[in-house]
């Protein structure tokens, strides 16, 4: 007998409702989450410098990140624990080799292109998760396509908000709890992972509940209280590093001549709140209006599919197994209609991946189910068979025909309704430069024909263009100043000995016009200053405001 060589057999096709247990090991899960995530990378990278219009909190967040990479502390002036420092310090990390490489690019506009990186991430995230939940692999596409395509997305997702890098974290923490190797250890990982999550933007905390919910789903009976107890000690290790760190610098109770993390949560805490965000006069009611005006499929449709799935839990197994996500968006949404807090703008961009998850969770329903296995209202049975007798169902294809044709007229009415609007919207994303005022602005501060000597000039700005004032050569900090500074904080008002006669320019954009009536000295300087240059029309012009000589 002589031994011969196994031929190669190809290896059986595995149903798409089976998840892979990696990733990249299944060739079409990996060509279909390549091509959506082309297609949104394509879409968000398309004039991303240009719209939405650049933002005071975007130009905070990196100048506190270029004040960590440049060795200058956690923020570009006191820091005072206003937000955990987490969140940039990532941004730092993200930013620093372009930032070494071309030191002028760091800048808001330019520095969008790294949030691309977290996008592209967490989507890649959300499609693993859908299929570790047991969507099938259309779904999954169709939950990372609402998740990367809705315009709310391609406006908010642009943005260098840290909203967007703690998504990222949460879906890796929700990929972990769903392993189905149900390793201790990713149980472990999904609770460092969250902390991280909360650590980068402290709303997050209201999330874990959901986590917690899906990870109790998906562990091991045998070791689930042992996982679960390790999951929550690594996540509330982890996050009391942040009380440490500032109880450590004595800087955790207040203090006189301090900052400290009890005065930064009690800030937080007693803001104004937006009011109940149905009560159409309220301030969060014109934050839901602006949500709406770009997506009204995603945020609407999304957060009823989310009910549904609760409702569904019972009897449908992809109820169940979206329980968590479904959990996450309901919680954020019943914050969100708190009529006492504050509700800012890009507070949905928490929400967008669980209403994606939920929405296409929902679409992929299979209430017929029962149809196919004989339950109750199953089809009669027939006596049939070659040469015998077996029972098979009348119709049996009747029920797989009548759920398609269900699920193709669903999204066909779908695509009718969200799609013209959405392509609207991303139209006005792709083609609309907004951002043309700020980059006219920085350039005439840069050219020395208007200002000769920038080191030894004093501008007020907002923090949109605080990183080009610095490349121009004004003094960071002194030279060009934050103009909330220059009011609230000590550090800065004593280098101001005769308050508003110290400033040279103002940078009058919407922010420091919409604000400067609570700020006395900001104030001041715009009532005695004259326009020297203008850029932009309408609300979102861009005016360079010198003070007056006679007036100091």
């Not at 993200?94 to 490489?101: E, I, R």
Request: proline share 7%; glycine share 8%.
């Amino acid at each position: 007998m002589t031994a011969t060589l196994p031929t190669a057999v190809e290896a059986p096709s595995v149903p798409d409702t089976t998840p892979p247990t990696r990733l990249r090991a299944s060739r079409p899960d990996l060509l279909l989450c390549g091509a959506v995530l082309a297609a949104i990378l394509l879409v968000q990278g398309w004039n991303t410098t240009g719209f939405p219009a650049l933002s005071d909190d975007e130009g905070t967040y990196l100048a506190q990140a270029w004040a960590v990479q440049e060795g200058k502390g956690l923020a570009h002036y006191t820091y005072w624990y206003d937000h955990p420092p987490l969140g940039w310090l990532q941004l730092a990390l993200v930013t620093w080799l372009p930032a070494a490489l071309f030191p002028d690019v760091m800048s808001v506009a330019p520095m969008r292109v790294a949030m691309l990186l977290v996008t592209a991430v967490s989507a890649v995230l959300l499609y693993v998760l859908a299929r570790r939940l047991g969507l099938r692999r259309w779904a999954a596409a169709l939950g990372m396509a609402l998740f990367g395509l809705s315009p709310l997305s391609v406006v908010l997702q642009r943005e260098i908000f840290l909203d967007n890098i703690a998504v990222l974290w949460i879906l890796l923490a929700f990929c972990l709890a769903a392993s189905p190797r149900r390793h201790l250890w990713h149980h472990f990982g999904a609770g460092l992972a969250a902390a991280v999550a909360v650590l980068s933007k402290e709303t997050m905390l209201v999330v874990l509940p959901a986590l917690l919910l899906t990870m109790w789903r998906h562990t091991h009976r045998d070791t689930r209280k042992f996982a679960v107890t390790g999951a929550i000690t690594a996540c509330v290790l982890t996050g009391l590093a942040y009380p440490l760190f500032a109880l450590l610098n004595h800087e955790l109770f207040p203090g006189d001549g301090h900052v400290s993390l009890i005065d930064g949560i009690k800030y937080q805490m007693s803001r104004a709140g937006s009011g109940f965000i149905l009560d159409d006069r309220s301030g969060a009611h014109a934050v839901l209006r602006s949500w709406l005006y770009y997506d009204r499929v995603l945020p609407l449709a999304g957060l009823a599919a989310a009910v549904l799935l609760l409702a569904a839990a019972r009897w449908s197994r992809t109820g169940r197994a979206l329980a968590g996500p479904a959990t996450a968006a309901v919680i954020l949404a019943l914050v969100a209609l708190r009529p006492s807090g504050y509700l800012p703008a890009m507070y949905v961009i928490q929400m967008l991946p669980f209403l994606a998850l939920s929405l296409a969770g929902a679409v992929s329903l299979q209430p017929l189910r029962r149809l196919r296995s004989g339950g109750p209202g199953a089809e009669p049975l027939e006596e049939t068979g070659r040469g015998g007798t077996g029972a098979t169902p009348t119709h049996p294809r009747r029920p797989a025909l009548l759920r398609r044709a269900a699920t193709l007229a669903i999204a066909l009415t779908a695509a009718a309704v969200a799609l013209p609007h959405w392509y609207d919207a991303t139209h006005t994303a792709l083609t609309t430069d907004t951002n043309a005022p700020y980059r006219a602005a920085a350039h005439w501060l840069r050219d020395r024909t208007n200002v000769p000597e920038p080191s030894r000039t004093r501008v007020l700005a907002d923090d949109a263009i605080w990183l080009d004032l610095v490349h121009a050569g004004y003094r960071p900090g002194t030279g060009a100043v934050w103009f909330y500074k220059a009011d609230l904080d000590p550090a800065i008002t004593k280098t101001l000995p005769r308050g508003w006669r110290d400033v040279d320019y103002v940078v009058a954009s919407p922010t420091v016009r919409r604000d400067a009536p609570t700020l006395p000295l900001v104030k001041a300087a715009l009532v005695n200053s004259e326009t020297v240059a203008s850029f932009g029309e309408g609300d979102g012009r861009i005016e360079i405001r010198r003070v007056r000589a006679e007036a100091r």
